[in-house]
């Protein structure tokens, strides 16, 4: 089995929440509990950025994160899990996978409350996170949106868990024909795998942004959103994909606790997501999966995809 890398990338700059910075604190938290000679870290600039006539705010420091991040992508052994930081803290990952294998042939299954495929036009607030999956689809300012082998068709962009859509993103959905698997599907872990298998990919790049969770589940969220998705079923659907898939990279992101204590509360919930995404399949798994995932030194007696 191959062991997974881990990126931190502790980006902010894509938030319009009024907590941005608190993202910066989550990803270091997570990073505590990864294994030290597996993770690299990118120096995420503290500036906040310019939107340079783009639309996008906080545009020359997002550019830059993602030049330093797909540097770091190319010393990684695959698959490599993206912690963040924003829901954009894994443009560089995404990009970096789908072009690492052949056309077509990865899906990336996003798991988020919200849809986050606005553009420049659509957007009700310039804040990038909410447009990483148009620029994953080649639409967005030359910098950020995906180009070349690089790009994703949207016939293989798979919506999971999500419950809230701009107006505009519900309009393109719809032109696109992009699939989506409501939250209440989840409750069935092979929902999410006949959407992907829809798709004809052959691998899953699979990204996680917290808010995916019902908030009875987690605190540490910027945008909560009701009737979510439970622990338990968006760690069955992420180890089904893996069973079924090659699994190119993944992600957590959008992690933002309001203190350490409250960063504590949480853990246990996103060590048990990052052990479905590294840990042992029980039906031997996919040539992706580790001999281990990433533990709790100091609490954590079991392993987290044990069900902490």
């Keep these: 089995m191959t062991a997974a890398s881990f990126l931190v990338v502790p980006q902010w700059q894509g938030s319009g929440s009024s907590r941005a910075m608190r993202l910066i604190d989550g990803a270091e938290a997570i990073r505590g509990d990864l294994p030290a000679s597996a993770t690299h870290t990118v120096s995420v600039p ?20 993602r030049e330093l991040a797909t540097a770091e992508l190319a010393l990684l052994e695959a698959p490599v899990v993206t912690v963040g930081g924003d829901c954009a803290a894994d443009l560089a990952s995404v990009q970096h996978a789908v072009a690492a294998h052949p056309a077509g042939t990865v899906a990336v299954v996003w798991f988020d409350a919200h849809g986050d495929l606005n553009n420049v036009s659509t957007s009700p607030s310039g804040a990038f996170h909410g447009m990483v999956g148009r620029a994953l689809l080649g639409d967005g300012p030359d910098g950020l949106a995906s180009a070349g082998p690089a790009r994703l068709a949207a016939a293989n962009l798979v919506l999971a868990g999500t419950r809230s859509l701009d107006d505009g993103e519900s309009a393109f959905v719809d032109r696109a024909g992009i699939r989506v698997v409501a939250p209440g599907e989840l409750d069935d872990p092979e929902a999410v795998v006949r959407a992907v298998e829809a798709t004809g990919a052959t691998a899953v790049y699979v990204h996680v942004d917290l808010d995916v969770l019902d908030p009875a589940h987690i605190d540490g969220i910027g945008y909560p959103e009701p009737f979510g998705v439970t622990p338990a079923a968006l760690c069955d659907a992420i180890r089904a994909l893996r069973s079924r898939f090659e699994l190119a990279g993944a992600a957590v992101t959008e992690f933002a606790p309001e203190s350490p204590e409250a960063a504590g509360r949480d853990m246990p919930v996103i060590l048990r997501i990052l052990g479905a995404l590294t840990g042992p399949i029980a039906n031997g798994g996919s040539a992706s999966s580790t001999e281990s995932g990433p533990r709790h030194a100091s609490t954590d007696p079991v392993r987290p995809d044990d069900g902490l």
Excluded at 46 to 65: I, K, M
């Design 46 to 65: 503290s500036a906040a950025g310019d939107a340079l006539g783009t639309g996008v705010h906080r545009f020359s420091s997002l550019t830059l994160v």
